[in-house]
């Protein structure tokens, strides 16, 4: 069965301090990946996917940067935190498809940036 | 361009009470798929369900039951005799199909806060 890693769990930071949130799946290849950030109050905004190892597509412009070093490794990163940046980061994976596929999700990294 | 609408922000029923969570979407594809995520207080999301545009189906899997009315736009969550455990952040999500190499990503609504009180 497949499985999905994301940590750490929770991230004090201090503004302008790089960060390195690290998400793995397990037990499928060629994983669609994303990222997803739930700020305070609000829904679920996508930040990055990614189709294939070195693809990635961002959704909105922002301070965050990722990559997809592996096949089924996907890393959310930033040289210099904002606190805007504060929220709750989940990566999630779905099959390779057009469309149409549910997403799984790990349990999120809470981030809060002081 | 796509969008869910989620307008209940928080609900607050008492155990054993039925609820519904509204969810209406916009979307220009007449191919599309809808979904219900939960996130209960461990902030993980939980995939509930998923249903395509081309079936209106309702469909029931124990407590839960999904109204799917193209019509309206609406794609509606039912709690039959809600629990305490139900108490969650519930997400309703929408995504187009897209073809020639395209990602149809999920779209997803605020969510309603569902309090299930003892």
């Known amino acids: 069965s497949q499985t999905i890693h994301q940590w750490p769990a929770t991230l004090v930071q201090p503004v302008g301090s790089p960060l390195s949130l690290e998400c793995t799946v397990e037990g499928t290849s060629n994983p669609n990946l994303y990222w997803y950030r739930q700020a305070a109050g609000r829904g679920l905004q996508l930040l990055f996917y990614s189709v294939g190892i070195g693809q990635i597509s961002s959704e909105v412009p922002q301070n965050l940067s990722a990559s997809r070093p592996q096949d089924r490794q996907f890393i959310l990163s930033s040289k210099k935190l904002l606190l805007s940046d504060s929220g709750f980061y989940l990566c999630?994976?779905?099959?390779?498809?057009?469309?149409?596929?549910?997403?799984?999700f790990g349990q999120g990294t809470r981030l809060t940036v002081v | 361009a796509q969008k869910v609408t989620q307008a209940q922000t928080e609900i607050s029923v008492v155990e054993k009470e039925d609820v519904t969570l509204d969810c209406v979407y916009e979307?220009?594809?007449?191919?599309?798929?809808l979904f219900w995520y939960k996130q209960p207080p461990s902030g993980e999301l939980v995939f509930l369900i998923r249903r395509n545009s081309f079936d209106e189906q309702n469909e029931i899997s124990g407590r839960y039951s999904w109204n799917f009315q193209k019509s309206t736009s609406s794609f509606n969550f039912t709690i039959t005799a809600s629990q305490v455990v139900d108490s969650a952040v519930y997400f309703c999500?929408?995504?187009?199909?897209?073809?020639?190499?395209?990602?149809?990503?999920?779209?997803f609504g605020k969510g309603t806060k569902l309090s299930v009180k003892p």
């Open positions: 999630a994976w779905s099959l390779p498809s057009p469309g149409g596929t549910e997403a799984f």
């Open positions: 999500a929408l995504s187009e199909a897209l073809y020639g190499g395209s990602q149809g990503n999920l779209i």
């Open positions: 979307t220009r594809d007449t191919t599309y798929y």
